[in-house]
């Protein structure tokens, strides 16, 4: 993997990136599909270990997209029209999919269901055989603060 000094965790970017990517945030992430065309799909990710995760199960194409083409781009962004503030964190890289891990599960979901999973839908508690993980482990990041001043 080549030196990225634009990569989170480095300290050359606009902003935390490692803090923005902890929020609950999406990812639309770009792969090829069966015929070789683009597709994006949304997902939740969870940031952590210099990669992106997210599920991914039997429900979803993207896994045997994956399969046949491993690469893949990101783009985790925020805009908030109030403050101004427009970030940007854009990746290319390939992904996988691995086994699933209940922990890291929790992790990611906890990010966007909250503490109690006690309230969360039945169906982020009780994944099938066929969940998995996708990693994503980004070879090139773009982060870009495009925030503005009011006059």
């Not at 300290?11 to 065309?37: E, W």
Request: aromatic fraction near 12%; charged fraction near 30%.
């Amino acid at each position: 993997m080549e030196h990225n000094p634009g990569a989170p965790g480095h300290k050359t970017h606009p902003f935390d990136v490692d803090a923005f990517l902890a929020r609950p945030l999406v990812a639309r992430v770009a792969v090829s599909d069966s015929f070789g065309a683009p597709t994006v799909r949304p997902v939740w990710f969870l940031w952590e270990e210099g990669a992106m995760w997210w599920l991914t199960g039997a429900y979803a194409k993207m896994s045997r997209f994956l399969e046949k083409d491993p690469r893949a781009a990101l783009v985790v962004d925020a805009c908030d029209l109030e403050e101004l503030e427009f970030l940007q964190v854009i990746m290319r890289g390939e992904a996988e999919v691995v086994p699933y891990d209940e922990e890291r599960s929790r992790r990611k979901l906890r990010r966007y269901l909250g503490e109690d999973e006690s309230i969360w839908p039945t169906d982020f508690r009780d994944f099938d055989e066929d969940t998995r993980f996708i990693r994503f482990v980004p070879e090139r990041t773009i982060v870009q603060d495009l925030s503005k001043t009011r006059p």
